[in-house]
Each structure stands twice: as structure tokens, then as C-alpha cells.
């Protein structure tokens, strides 16, 4: 292996405003030890695991995550405002940091990263606790919010994970005593107060995420009423948290889409126009958001994008 190719990641991180460190790829197999310990202690509720953790559990996946050298990044996010048109009003709805494009923004970074460095590396993308071992590499720290949090960017980063089979110089090997939690979480109960269905306690550091906002707006079913008293109206997760963050101050970014959704295609959404295949240009529009959740088939949008979207043009003005 070239020697230089540390010197080379550094620079092409630093160009693009990213962070990045490599470690020895034993982190990965502890990250997932790390959340079946939580696990078999009780300390998850059954039904979250099951719907948000379980895939931690896959032994196909938990194959995979034996490799040599495990690259992790955090890339600056803003969160995105989309505009939807309703008759003579404007609605301004938020996509908080990393909901935009989330997948394909992993193939372009790793392009990218194997451009700069002739694919060298062999890098592949790799599915594992990407927060987790941000903790306990001290990449980064978890805020008393259970979201971790980055020198110089805060929470409004994505963060990257992808993994080679060959040594990479100085790489680090995690002495597992880094400091898990921020020190400015104690004395701060901002979050605490802020967060809008008490999702975030004070007799214990790991939040109930059973209780949070984010996963209720990222699952069918019922929506919580606080859902449309947010501050920033949202239209899938929660900033609740993040933005009332000491630590986050000056760091989160919005940024306005050039896209806007015109009155007749929010009412297509609404179910007030029936339902059916969208017109190709609107499927394309929503598209390009690279969104997981807020998606239009055939039969029209996806319940959770058309349950979210009434919850806040039309449910909060029911009486």
C-alpha cells in the first residue's frame, strides 16, 4: 500500500469540507456487539428493535462486517425546505439534514473517493451502526438527544462508512475509553424540554425511541398529534431536539429547493384530485428527492407522504 494514500484521503476530505478517519475494522464487529448488549438488556423496546434495529441482527450482514480497514466520514448537511402550493398560500415544509438523497449520496461520495485515489482501495459500501462507532472511536459524541454530534458540524452531518480488505497506514485501532457523551449535556436540559412527546428522560441516557416523533412520521399508522405543533413543520421527522441544541448553534443550515409543488399536484397528493398513476413529470419531480418514504406509485403517493402532508395543510385546521 502507498504510503502517501493516508495523506491523500486527508486532502480529499479536507477539500470537500468532509471529516474523515479509518480504523481497524475489529470497531465494526464491536459496534454490533455493542447493540445486542443493549438488546439482551432490556433496554430497547421490543417492538422499536424490531422495527428500526432489527436489521443489526442479520447474520449475513454481521458476515460482512469482518473487514481489514473501516473508513468512516461525516459530510455537512442542511436540512431542505419544500414548497407545496395550496389555492393562494405557500406552504414551506422542512426535510430535516440527511433525508434528502440519503442512498444515492453514498455512491456518489464513493465514487468520488475511488476516483481520487484509483480505486486503490477497493472500497465498498458497508451496512453497520454508523453512530455507534462514531461513539466509540470518538469520531464523534452523543448528545443527551441519543444523536451524535461532530467537532465543527454538530448534528447536521450524514455520516459514511465504507470498507476496505487492505491496510491503510496510521490506521487507528479504538482504545474504548472515548468519551461517548458531550460534556456540555451536564448541565443542559434543552432537549429535554424541547422534545415534543418526552421521548428524551432524565433517569437515563439512551432516549425511549419508541417515543420519538421521527419514528412515528417514518412509519404508517397513527400520528401523534404534536406532530403538526411543531415549531418547524416538517414533513417527515423531527428537529425538535437539534434545534433548540446549544451545540448546534450556527450549524444548522436550511436551505430552500428550487422545486415547488404547484396547488393542483398538493391536491393530487391530498387524495382530493383521485388517486392513480401521477403524471410523468411530477413522479420524476418527487423522484429526484431520493426519499424512502415520500414516494408516488401508480396508486398515487405513499400513505405516510399523503398522512404527513394532510396532518399539516389539513388536520391541523380540523376542529
Sequence with gaps: MDPKIGSALRGWAEQRGYRIAWHDGEIVRRAFERIKSFKSDGAFDPEFFTKFLSWTADPELLAKAEVRTFILMAVPRPAHI????????????????????YSPLFDEVLADLAAATGDALKLRRLSAPLKTIAGLTGFARYGKNNITYVDGSGSAVQLMGFATDLAIPDCAVPSGDAPLALDECRSCRAC??????????????????????????????????????????????????????PVNRRRLRFEKLPRTFTSEETAYFLGERGDGPPAPELAEKVKALGLSDITVGDTGPSPIFRRNLRAHLRDRADP
Excluded: M, N, W
Design 192 to 245: 429535554l424540554r424541547a422534545c415534543p412527546t418526552k421521548a428524551i428522560v432524565e433517569d437515563r441516557f439512551l432516549y425511549h425511541g419508541e417515543r420519538c416523533l421521527t419514528g412515528f412520521s417514518e412509519s404508517e399508522g397513527t400520528l401523534p398529534g404534536e406532530f403538526v405543533r411543531l415549531r418547524t413543520a416538517t414533513l417527515i421527522g423531527c428537529l425538535a431536539c437539534q434545534e433548540i441544541c
Design 82 to 101: 419544500l414548497a407545496f402550493e395550496d389555492g393562494d398560500r405557500v406552504h414551506g415544509l422542512v426535510l430535516p439534514p440527511t433525508y434528502l438523497r
